[in-house]
C-alpha cells in the first residue's frame, strides 16, 4: 500500500533554531514529491517539488531535499511567520492524485 | 480570478440533508481534483477529473457523494442525505494537466457543518 510517513507530528522552535521536518514514503512509484504550507483555515499553498533522488530546491528560509525514501524540508533560522502545517505529498503516476501524510505542525515562538 | 475558487466558504446544514459545494479551477488548468480534509487528519483524495476523460472517482467515500465538472471548467460536489461525519474541510484544487506540468494549486476550501 503506498504510504505517507511524516514526523514530528508537531514541532516548537525558538525564533533562529534550526531543524529539519521528514516524510518517509514506501509507495510503487514516484513521479513527484510535494511540500505545501498550510496556515489555519486556509487551503495549503504550494512550496516545492522534488522529482529525483539527489534534487534539492530552496526558497527563503526553506530547502527541501529527496533521497530514495525520504524527503526533508530544512528550516534555517526560523521567524514566528513560519508557524504553519508542513504536508507533504507524492504523485505515483502523471495526473494521478496526491497521496498526502498527515502533515507537521511548527510552531516558532519569539 | 488568478487562484482555484471555491463556494461557499462555509456550510452549516442539518443532518439528513442535500449540500452542493462549488469549484472553479485555474483558467487553463484541465485536471481538477477535491480532497476532504477532516479534523486533525491528512488531506482524503475523493475524485479526479481530467479533461473529457472518465473520472476518477475511487476516493468518494459511499454512493451519497457524487461530482460533475461541466464545460471541462466549473465542478460541483454533491452530498446527499448528510451526516455529521460528513462534516469537514472540502477543497479543491488544478492543475495545467496530465503531462503539461502538474505543480497542483489548492482553494480555500469549503468548510461543511452537520448539525
Known amino acids: 500500500e503506498d504510504q505517507v510517513t511524516q514526523s514530528p507530528e508537531a514541532l516548537r522552535l525558538q525564533e533562529g533554531e534550526s531543524s529539519s521536518l521528514n516524510c518517509s514514503y514506501t509507495?510503487?512509484?514516484?513521479?513527484?514529491l510535494f511540500w505545501y504550507r498550510q496556515d489555519p483555515g486556509k487551503g495549503p499553498e504550494f512550496l516545492f517539488t522534488?522529482?529525483?533522488a539527489g534534487e534539492e530546491k530552496e526558497k527563503e528560509r526553506l530547502k527541501a531535499t529527496l533521497t530514495k525514501k525520504e524527503s526533508f524540508l530544512h528550516i534555517t533560522a526560523p521567524k514566528p511567520e513560519d508557524s504553519a502545517t508542513y504536508l507533504c505529498a507524492v504523485q505515483i503516476q502523471a495526473g494521478t492524485a496526491l497521496i498526502f501524510g498527515k502533515g507537521t505542525t511548527l510552531s516558532v515562538s519569539s | 480570478g488568478a487562484g482555484v475558487s471555491q463556494s461557499p466558504s462555509n456550510k452549516v446544514t442539518e443532518k439528513g440533508k442535500d449540500v452542493e459545494l462549488r469549484c472553479d479551477p485555474i483558467?487553463?488548468?484541465?485536471?481538477l481534483y477535491w480532497y476532504r480534509q477532516s479534523l486533525g487528519q491528512g488531506l482524503e483524495f475523493l475524485i479526479y477529473?481530467?479533461?473529457?476523460?472518465?473520472?476518477?472517482k475511487s476516493g468518494l467515500p459511499s454512493d451519497r457523494f457524487s461530482a460533475e465538472r461541466t464545460g471541462g471548467s466549473v465542478s460541483t460536489l454533491t452530498i446527499q442525505r448528510t451526516q455529521q461525519e460528513d462534516s469537514a474541510v472540502y477543497l479543491c484544487a488544478s492543475s495545467q494537466g496530465r503531462f503539461s506540468g502538474n505543480t497542483i494549486y489548492f482553494g480555500e476550501g469549503s468548510w461543511l457543518t452537520v448539525v
Open positions: 522534488l522529482y529525483s
Open positions: 483558467s487553463g488548468h484541465t485536471a
Open positions: 509507495v510503487s512509484g514516484l513521479r513527484g
Open positions: 477529473f481530467q479533461g473529457n476523460s472518465a473520472p476518477d
